[in-house]
């Protein structure tokens, strides 16, 4: 069993990993309250959820059951609940201390992961299209030699009224 200052330093380190998930993905949360996509992220990247034990299904569920009534969020005690309840489920056999404890060891410095996130990446037409060297036509009028376009010069046939012929 561990001391009551250990158990302080992991709820605390809990809680730390609870404020950063809150305020994954919302740019107005304070990082007081998750919802539940935030809650269901948090047990998937700290590898509480996984899909044998501990479903997407079990973890909904436990969130709407320690959640107030109307609320579509929890706060970090009602998150405490909901952890040890999740982890009765994944450490079957253990008292609900260690399984907590080993819940919080799971949770230990993790952050919001963003693999697989689509990152914007650079196409190499992107950069054929807009080389003005190899324009043809009527387009090629409309720059100059270094590539600057001309405005309106380059796009309407400008007459010459200085009143020579």
């Known amino acids: 069993m561990l001391n009551a200052a250990c ?3 992991m709820a605390s380190e809990a809680e730390r990993t609870f404020q950063r998930f809150a305020v994954f993905g919302g740019s107005s949360s304070s990082g007081t309250e998750m919802n539940n996509k935030n ?3 948090l047990c998937k990247d700290c590898g509480i959820m996984d899909d044998k034990r501990v479903t997407s299904t ?6 709407s059951k320690v959640k107030a009534k109307n609320a579509r969020t929890i706060t970090f005690q009602q998150f405490q609940e909901a952890m040890k309840e999740l982890g009765q489920k994944k450490f079957k056999g253990k008292s609900p201390d260690e399984a907590l404890e080993n819940i919080y060891r799971l949770m230990e410095g993790k952050d919001p992961a963003t ?3 689509t990152k914007a990446m650079t196409v190499g037409g992107v950069s054929q299209l807009t080389d003005t ?6 387009h090629k009028e409309r720059f100059d030699q270094s590539g600057k376009g001309k405005g309106i010069a380059g796009r309407e046939d400008m007459t010459d009224n200085s009143g020579y012929s």
């Open 58 to 63: 079990d973890v909904d569920i436990v969130f």
């Open 7 to 9: 158990k302080l330093t």
């Open 133 to 138: 060297s190899k324009y043809t036509g009527t």
């Open 39 to 41: 809650f269901s992220k």
């Open 115 to 117: 693999a697989g996130v």
